[in-house]
Nanobody
Protein backbone atom coordinates (compact mmCIF):
# COMPACT_ATOMS: atom_id res chain seq x y z
CA UNK A 1 0.00 0.00 0.00
CA UNK A 2 1.54 3.25 -1.21
CA UNK A 3 0.14 6.76 -0.88
CA UNK A 4 1.32 9.55 -3.16
CA UNK A 5 0.65 13.24 -2.53
CA UNK A 6 1.52 15.91 -5.10
CA UNK A 7 2.17 19.56 -4.35
CA UNK A 8 3.63 22.64 -6.02
CA UNK A 9 1.06 23.35 -8.68
CA UNK A 10 -0.36 26.79 -9.28
CA UNK A 11 -0.62 29.69 -11.67
CA UNK A 12 2.43 30.85 -13.58
CA UNK A 13 3.03 33.12 -16.56
CA UNK A 14 4.37 31.71 -19.80
CA UNK A 15 8.13 31.44 -19.56
CA UNK A 16 8.03 30.94 -15.81
CA UNK A 17 8.93 27.95 -13.67
CA UNK A 18 7.36 25.60 -11.15
CA UNK A 19 8.64 22.65 -9.17
CA UNK A 20 6.24 19.83 -8.43
CA UNK A 21 6.84 17.45 -5.54
CA UNK A 22 5.44 14.00 -4.87
CA UNK A 23 5.78 12.52 -1.40
CA UNK A 24 5.40 8.75 -1.08
CA UNK A 25 4.54 6.73 2.01
CA UNK A 26 6.05 3.40 0.94
CA UNK A 27 9.21 2.23 2.63
CA UNK A 28 10.49 0.56 -0.55
CA UNK A 29 10.41 3.81 -2.52
CA UNK A 30 13.86 3.23 -3.98
CA UNK A 31 12.61 0.14 -5.82
CA UNK A 32 9.82 1.96 -7.67
CA UNK A 33 9.79 3.43 -11.11
CA UNK A 34 8.40 6.94 -10.67
CA UNK A 35 6.55 8.87 -13.31
CA UNK A 36 4.80 12.16 -13.92
CA UNK A 37 1.71 12.26 -16.11
CA UNK A 38 -0.59 15.07 -17.12
CA UNK A 39 -4.10 15.39 -18.45
CA UNK A 40 -5.67 18.46 -19.99
CA UNK A 41 -9.40 18.85 -20.72
CA UNK A 42 -10.37 16.92 -23.82
CA UNK A 43 -7.03 15.14 -24.05
CA UNK A 44 -5.82 11.72 -22.97
CA UNK A 45 -3.43 11.26 -20.11
CA UNK A 46 0.16 11.41 -21.29
CA UNK A 47 3.50 10.56 -19.74
CA UNK A 48 5.62 13.64 -19.11
CA UNK A 49 8.70 12.21 -17.44
CA UNK A 50 9.80 9.06 -15.64
CA UNK A 51 12.78 7.85 -13.66
CA UNK A 52 14.00 4.29 -13.44
CA UNK A 53 14.44 2.65 -10.05
CA UNK A 54 18.19 3.12 -10.36
CA UNK A 55 17.84 6.81 -11.14
CA UNK A 56 20.22 6.36 -14.05
CA UNK A 57 17.60 6.52 -16.80
CA UNK A 58 15.02 9.18 -17.46
CA UNK A 59 12.22 9.45 -19.97
CA UNK A 60 10.83 12.73 -21.25
CA UNK A 61 7.97 13.61 -23.51
CA UNK A 62 9.43 15.14 -26.67
CA UNK A 63 7.66 18.44 -26.13
CA UNK A 64 9.22 18.95 -22.67
CA UNK A 65 12.78 17.85 -23.39
CA UNK A 66 15.24 20.51 -22.37
CA UNK A 67 12.64 22.27 -20.22
CA UNK A 68 11.58 19.70 -17.59
CA UNK A 69 13.77 17.67 -15.27
CA UNK A 70 12.73 14.70 -13.13
CA UNK A 71 14.72 13.88 -10.02
CA UNK A 72 14.26 11.80 -6.90
CA UNK A 73 15.46 11.85 -3.33
CA UNK A 74 15.08 8.32 -2.01
CA UNK A 75 16.04 9.36 1.52
CA UNK A 76 13.00 11.65 1.57
CA UNK A 77 10.72 9.33 -0.43
CA UNK A 78 10.13 12.20 -2.82
CA UNK A 79 10.22 12.71 -6.57
CA UNK A 80 10.33 16.14 -8.20
CA UNK A 81 9.49 17.65 -11.54
CA UNK A 82 11.26 20.92 -12.27
CA UNK A 83 9.41 22.74 -15.04
CA UNK A 84 11.09 25.67 -16.76
CA UNK A 85 10.08 27.83 -19.71
CA UNK A 86 6.46 26.88 -19.24
CA UNK A 87 4.07 27.23 -22.15
CA UNK A 88 0.27 27.53 -22.21
CA UNK A 89 0.08 24.03 -23.69
CA UNK A 90 1.70 22.69 -20.50
CA UNK A 91 -1.42 23.56 -18.51
CA UNK A 92 -2.98 20.41 -17.10
CA UNK A 93 -3.54 18.38 -13.97
CA UNK A 94 -0.25 16.68 -13.19
CA UNK A 95 -0.22 13.26 -11.55
CA UNK A 96 2.53 11.38 -9.78
CA UNK A 97 2.62 7.61 -10.26
CA UNK A 98 4.65 4.69 -8.91
CA UNK A 99 5.31 1.39 -10.63
CA UNK A 100 6.33 -1.64 -8.58
CA UNK A 101 7.39 -3.87 -11.45
CA UNK A 102 6.94 -4.43 -15.15
CA UNK A 103 6.55 -0.68 -15.59
CA UNK A 104 6.84 1.00 -18.97
CA UNK A 105 7.46 4.72 -18.77
CA UNK A 106 4.74 5.90 -21.12
CA UNK A 107 2.05 3.35 -20.32
CA UNK A 108 -0.32 4.47 -17.52
CA UNK A 109 -1.78 0.97 -17.13
CA UNK A 110 1.59 -0.39 -15.99
CA UNK A 111 1.78 1.92 -12.94
CA UNK A 112 0.37 0.66 -9.65
CA UNK A 113 -0.21 3.74 -7.49
CA UNK A 114 -1.41 7.25 -8.29
CA UNK A 115 -1.67 10.57 -6.56
CA UNK A 116 -4.73 12.81 -6.75
CA UNK A 117 -3.09 15.38 -8.99
CA UNK A 118 -2.08 19.03 -8.79
CA UNK A 119 -3.30 21.75 -11.15
CA UNK A 120 -0.82 23.70 -13.27
CA UNK A 121 -2.16 26.77 -15.04
CA UNK A 122 -0.05 28.77 -17.48
CA UNK A 123 -1.15 32.21 -18.65
CA UNK A 124 0.05 33.78 -21.88
Amino acid sequence: QVQLVESGGGLVQAGGSLRLSCAASGRTFSSYTMGWFRQAPGKEREAVAAAHRSGSTAYYLDSVKGRFTISRDNAKNTVYLQMNSLKPEDAAVYYCAAGVGGTYYGWPSTYDYWGQGTQVTVSS
